[in-house]
């Protein structure tokens, strides 16, 4: 039987702390997820979706972007994959009773996590200035809403389309080019918070923003290196990935400024040694990096070999630098010139530790390096994966076998979502095939990215704001500043298959409009629909759902997008109703516009569907500026942490994926029913005159001179190992001390994970 929405929000009143664990998944695992499937779905409807997720006939995982192998296992699933079906897949209801009973104001108050336990939405809702309640809206009346605001605009570029990483490939198509022809490239997405650091790094370096590897390469690889990663919370399925590896003989090193449990050791419930046993110890290095420091500590790498270089030439890859790469001699003049000195100070490691690593980086043939969000969300992320490519470029680690980069994606389309043309920047080359296909000229001035539009909304330069999927105020930095933003829309949209925080944050006029889940049965004119995905891997695939929609009322994202599309655009040059009645019509255009995508519905229909062309992994061809790979000298700068002071990262908790909250437990650090908690090293906490579970607000410093503080209010301190002067709390609780204006150089991305804070002690009850 289903468990009820809970009835009353939860507070942190019942908080408890243990100590963290020291490995992943297990028993323990398999009996989080049956609660989760159990209390949303019921068994049986559970078992059912469940024996079709991430397999060949079934559905992808609304979750993570990571792949799967070609012999997949009965259960192809991880226990926050199974937490993510089951919220989308619950037989929990909101109706309009609900949103008759409870005013935005009420809403407004609640937490997320209350918000997201609430149930599935089945009707689309409208709120206008001076409502104290949402009301239902028919589709019809609400589409000639949107696009009567849409039409009314001065300018096209007035408007902002947002997109989250779970919309498919055909939805995403559909919805670019409904913008480009509306007239604006103001297309932001969630990769702009993300990966948008890897993207451009990559793009600079080797001509591509993806990743290089296949899970072949994983599995071949001799040393793999983990980095500002932790795939036992955020991307699990990588750990039996690891585990394959490592018994294979591979090498694993993890960098990062928290131990995490998954790293440590895998218990996997698929092995008899994961359930009865202790399973696989992974890690077989760990450096406890400073946050920030890893710049540092891949420039010093670099030296180090560059040294070793000098004793045995063959340490380099001569051939591959001199037939493929270029700056080789500009990046070594550079890095020769290193400061050991600031080099300690950045990273807090000895220099053994960073000649052990480089001593593993020698002995190793094949090198893996995988990153995640530890190494996009700071001002230097850029030139820090440059550094990476780097590393990989000197001993010929691209596009050989078992070796390459591999930023590891979030959202399970995300990569894909990208490469349909969600992008504030497209390329000429994009526009040009897009604009011959369909008979329009394409705006061709770039448009406003994720940060970019918050400020326009704030500024009166957006008044329209539209969004397919994502919760976009819980996702965003500096909240105060985003949600007055988004409050000065004349109207905002919100495609959803969930409540959440965003819809509670409203323009004059606000809308939500429900839709279909990954998992649900998509029946339009010519018969059930299938979609697609790309996963971090470059590998496309079908994603079919099989349960029956959670409403009668619900539509599909295409739908949406299409009859938006038709009532803004009423002499549009595209077929929106056959798009809407056969996604085979969208493919097709897809295989016309988008490179990789020649006979698009013939081989997305193959068993696994099939794998994108990437130059530099197929033929060691580099489409950069210079025709090569390009090696680059990157200024190192040490961020100094003031006394008194610490740099706190946000991170997700264990029962959270992005701004979605399945729990208040924090299993692996330890953490019970709660989630305002701050994680500090014993040693700082000394140094502070700060007692461990002592109640403190986060002050965010000024980001500029005369700027404003930044609050986060009442969280419990946390004895905890992370690295020295370093601290975390979880998001989107601590996303109001991000400061708008502190990004990413060349990437624009929020810097979340180096935020300059003190603890302030919360007067005594």
Same mark, same amino acid.
């Given at each position: 039987?289903?468990?009820?929405?809970?009835?009353?929000?939860?507070?942190?009143?019942?908080?408890?702390?243990?100590?963290?664990?020291?490995?992943?998944?297990?028993?323990?695992?398999?009996?989080?997820?049956?609660?989760?499937?159990?209390?949303?779905?019921?068994?049986?409807?559970?078992?059912?979706?469940?024996?079709?997720?991430?397999?060949?006939?079934?559905?992808?995982?609304?979750?993570?972007?990571?792949?799967?192998?070609?012999?997949?296992?009965?259960?192809?699933?991880?226990?926050?994959?199974?937490?993510?079906?089951?919220?989308?897949?619950?037989?929990?209801?909101?109706?309009?009773?609900?949103?008759?009973?409870?005013?935005?104001?009420?809403?407004?108050?609640?937490?997320?996590?209350?918000?997201?336990?609430?149930?599935?939405?089945?009707?689309?809702?409208?709120?206008?200035?001076?409502?104290?309640?949402?009301?239902?809206?028919?589709?019809?009346?609400?589409?000639?809403?949107?696009?009567?605001?849409?039409?009314?605009?001065?300018?096209?570029?007035?408007?902002?389309?947002?997109?989250?990483?779970?919309?498919?490939?055909?939805?995403?198509?559909?919805?670019?080019?409904?913008?480009?022809?509306?007239?604006?490239?103001?297309?932001?997405?969630?990769?702009?918070?993300?990966?948008?650091?890897?993207?451009?790094?990559?793009?600079?370096?080797?001509?591509?923003?993806?990743?290089?590897?296949?899970?072949?390469?994983?599995?071949?690889?001799?040393?793999?290196?983990?980095?500002?990663?932790?795939?036992?919370?955020?991307?699990?399925?990588?750990?039996?990935?690891?585990?394959?590896?490592?018994?294979?003989?591979?090498?694993?090193?993890?960098?990062?400024?928290?131990?995490?449990?998954?790293?440590?050791?895998?218990?996997?419930?698929?092995?008899?040694?994961?359930?009865?046993?202790?399973?696989?110890?992974?890690?077989?290095?760990?450096?406890?990096?400073?946050?920030?420091?890893?710049?540092?500590?891949?420039?010093?790498?670099?030296?180090?070999?560059?040294?070793?270089?000098?004793?045995?030439?063959?340490?380099?890859?001569?051939?591959?630098?001199?037939?493929?790469?270029?700056?080789?001699?500009?990046?070594?003049?550079?890095?020769?010139?290193?400061?050991?000195?600031?080099?300690?100070?950045?990273?807090?490691?000895?220099?053994?530790?960073?000649?052990?690593?480089?001593?593993?980086?020698?002995?190793?043939?094949?090198?893996?390096?995988?990153?995640?969000?530890?190494?996009?969300?700071?001002?230097?992320?850029?030139?820090?994966?440059?550094?990476?490519?780097?590393?990989?470029?000197?001993?010929?680690?691209?596009?050989?076998?078992?070796?390459?980069?591999?930023?590891?994606?979030?959202?399970?389309?995300?990569?894909?979502?990208?490469?349909?043309?969600?992008?504030?920047?497209?390329?000429?080359?994009?526009?040009?095939?897009?604009?011959?296909?369909?008979?329009?000229?394409?705006?061709?001035?770039?448009?406003? /990215? @994720?940060?970019? +539009?918050?400020? $326009? =909304? %704030?500024?009166? !330069?957006?008044? *329209?704001?539209?969004?397919?999927?994502? &919760?976009?105020?819980?996702?965003?930095? /500096? @909240?105060?500043? +985003?949600?007055? $933003? =988004? %409050?000065?829309? !004349?109207?905002? *949209?919100?495609?959803?298959?969930?409540? &959440?925080?965003?819809?509670?944050?409203?323009?004059?006029?606000?809308?939500?409009?429900?839709?279909?889940?990954?998992?649900?049965?998509?029946?339009?004119?010519?018969?059930?629909?299938?979609?697609?995905?790309?996963?971090?891997?470059?590998?496309?695939?079908?994603?079919?759902?099989?349960?029956?929609?959670?409403?009668?009322?619900?539509?599909?994202?295409?739908?949406?997008?299409?009859?938006?599309?038709?009532?803004?655009?009423?002499?549009?040059?595209?077929?929106?109703?056959?798009?809407?009645?056969?996604?085979?019509?969208?493919?097709?255009?897809?295989?016309?516009?988008?490179?990789?995508?020649?006979?698009?519905?013939?081989?997305?229909?193959?068993?696994?569907?099939?794998?994108?062309?990437?130059?530099?992994?197929?033929?060691?061809?580099?489409?950069?500026?210079?025709?090569?790979?390009?090696?680059?000298?990157?200024?190192?700068?040490?961020?100094?942490?003031?006394?008194?002071?610490?740099?706190?990262?946000?991170?997700?908790?264990?029962?959270?994926?992005?701004?979605?909250?399945?729990?208040?437990?924090?299993?692996?650090?330890?953490?019970?029913?709660?989630?305002?908690?701050?994680?500090?090293?014993?040693?700082?906490?000394?140094?502070?005159?700060?007692?461990?579970?002592?109640?403190?607000?986060?002050?965010?410093?000024?980001?500029?001179?005369?700027?404003?503080?930044?609050?986060?209010?009442?969280?419990?301190?946390?004895?905890?190992?992370?690295?020295?002067?370093?601290?975390?709390?979880?998001?989107?609780?601590?996303?109001?001390?991000?400061?708008?204006?502190?990004?990413?150089?060349?990437?624009?991305?929020?810097?979340?994970?180096?935020?300059?804070?003190?603890?302030?002690?919360?007067?005594?009850?």
């Amino acid at each position: 039987m289903v468990k009820p929405a809970p009835e009353h929000d939860v507070d942190d009143s019942a908080l408890e702390v243990s100590d963290p664990v020291d490995h992943a998944a297990g028993v323990k695992a398999v009996v989080s997820s049956m609660k989760h499937l159990r209390d949303q779905m019921g068994p049986v409807r559970a078992t059912r979706t469940m024996a079709r997720i991430n397999q060949k006939d079934g559905f992808d995982c609304p979750g993570c972007a990571w792949p799967e192998g070609k012999h997949r296992h009965a259960a192809e699933f991880c226990e926050n994959g199974a937490k993510a079906v089951a919220e989308e897949a619950t037989e929990r209801r909101i109706t309009r009773d609900f949103f008759a009973s409870h005013s935005v104001d009420d809403l407004a108050w609640r937490s997320g996590y209350w918000l997201g336990q609430q149930g599935r939405l089945t009707e689309p809702m409208l709120f206008t200035a001076g409502d104290t309640h949402y009301r239902p809206i028919g589709w019809d009346e609400a589409f000639d809403l949107v696009a009567a605001e849409l039409q009314r605009l001065d300018s096209p570029d007035e408007a902002a389309f947002y997109t989250s990483g779970r919309t498919s490939n055909e939805a995403a198509f559909a919805y670019q080019l409904f913008a480009r022809e509306f007239g604006t490239n103001n297309m932001p997405d969630c990769s702009n918070m993300c990966h948008e650091s890897s993207g451009v790094a990559l793009t600079e370096t080797i001509g591509i923003g993806k990743g290089s590897v296949s899970l072949e390469d994983v599995h071949r690889a001799d040393l793999i290196l983990v980095v500002g990663q932790n795939p036992g919370t955020n991307h699990p399925r990588m750990l039996s990935a690891l585990e394959k590896a490592k018994r294979a003989g591979s090498k694993i090193i993890t960098i990062n400024p928290l131990p995490e449990a998954g790293l440590i050791r895998f218990k996997n419930p698929q092995n008899p040694s994961g359930v009865i046993g202790r399973g696989t110890r992974l890690a077989d290095l760990f450096l406890q990096i400073r946050v920030n420091g890893d710049l540092a500590l891949f420039q010093a790498l670099g030296r180090l070999l560059l040294e070793a270089a000098e004793k045995d030439p063959s340490v380099l890859d001569q051939s591959f630098i001199d037939e493929h790469t270029h700056g080789f001699a500009e990046y070594a003049d550079h890095v020769r010139a290193l400061d050991w000195d600031q080099v300690g100070a950045a990273t807090g490691l000895t220099r053994s530790e960073i000649e052990q690593t480089a001593a593993m980086l020698l002995a190793s043939e094949r090198t893996v390096v995988c990153w995640a969000m530890g190494l996009t969300q700071h001002r230097n992320s850029v030139p820090t994966i440059r550094e990476i490519v780097n590393v990989l470029l000197l001993r010929g680690n691209i596009g050989r076998p078992g070796a390459g980069v591999c930023p590891v994606r979030g959202h399970s389309n995300v990569q894909g979502d990208r490469t349909m043309g969600i992008y504030e920047k497209p390329p000429a080359a994009f526009l040009d095939a897009l604009g011959a296909e369909f008979g329009f000229e394409p705006p061709r001035e770039h448009g406003f /990215d @994720t940060v970019e +539009t918050i400020r $326009a =909304m %704030r500024d009166g !330069r957006v008044k *329209v704001f539209f969004a397919v999927g994502g &919760n976009f105020v819980s996702a965003t930095p /500096d @909240t105060e500043v +985003t949600e007055a $933003a =988004m %409050r000065t829309c !004349r109207l905002t *949209v919100h495609v959803s298959t969930k409540l &959440n925080r965003s819809h509670l944050v409203t323009g004059e006029k606000a809308l939500i409009l429900p839709t279909l889940g990954r998992t649900e049965v998509d029946r339009q004119a010519s018969g059930d629909q299938f979609v697609s995905v790309e996963d971090s891997m470059c590998a496309v695939h079908a994603s079919r759902g099989h349960l029956a929609p959670a409403a009668e009322t619900l539509l599909s994202e295409v739908a949406i997008v299409a009859r938006l599309a038709r009532r803004t655009l009423p002499d549009s040059v595209v077929d929106w109703q056959g798009f809407e009645d056969d996604y085979d019509t969208i493919r097709d255009r897809i295989a016309r516009v988008v490179p990789g995508f020649e006979d698009f519905n013939t081989r997305i229909r193959g068993e696994d569907g099939f794998v994108l062309p990437h130059p530099p992994r197929d033929a060691r061809r580099f489409p950069t500026s210079t025709g090569k790979a390009n090696f680059t000298a990157n200024h190192l700068e040490v961020l100094q942490v003031p006394q008194g002071h610490l740099l706190l990262q946000t991170i997700r908790s264990h029962d959270q994926y992005n701004t979605t909250i399945y729990g208040l437990d924090d299993r692996y650090r330890g953490i019970s029913n709660g989630r305002r908690v701050v994680f500090v090293n014993p040693d700082d906490l000394a140094d502070l005159g700060i007692a461990d579970a002592a109640m403190v607000d986060l002050v965010g410093v000024a980001d500029s001179p005369g700027g404003a503080e930044r609050r986060a209010e009442s969280f419990r301190v946390v004895s905890f190992p992370t690295a020295r002067q370093c601290a975390a709390a979880y998001f989107p609780e601590t996303n109001v001390l991000v400061p708008l204006d502190s990004t990413a150089e060349g990437s624009n991305t929020p810097t979340s994970k180096s935020v300059l804070v003190r603890l302030e002690p919360r007067p005594a009850r």
